[in-house]
């Protein structure tokens, strides 16, 4: 089991920054990815951004690419998204998530989500 605990969401302005945080216990990640999805109301949750726990490699979707940067703290046992230049459309609850390497695409820790709101 991985036990994965969110921080940091909040209100913000259009244009403004937040930094989200997910701290993860239960077992080593070196087999892991670490993910960050989000759901806006009435939508499906959507993939934003990845990190191969072991290595550093990192993916993002198309509509957060050059403005959400997803980095970890091994000390920490920490994820992190850093999230500049916020839309409106950014509003959702965010969640994070660990996947086995082994089972690309699945994601079988989640943790509570924590909500991030953009106003206009």
Known sequence: QVQMAESG????????????????????????WMAWFR?????????????RWSGGSTYYADSV?????ISRDS????VYLQ???LR???TAVYYCAAGS???????SFWGQGTQVTVSS
């Open 9 to 32: 969401g909040g209100l913000v302005q259009a244009g403004g920054s937040l930094r989200l945080s997910c701290v993860a216990s239960g077992r080593t990640l070196n087999s892991y």
């Open 39 to 51: 759901q806006a109301p009435g939508k499906e949750r959507e993939f934003v951004a990845k990190i």
């Open 83 to 85: 999230m500049n230049s």
């Open 75 to 78: 000390a920490k046992n920490t």
């Open 88 to 90: 409106p459309e950014d």
């Open 65 to 69: 690419k050059g403005r959400f940067t």
């Open 101 to 107: 390497i082994g089972a690309p695409g699945k994601y």
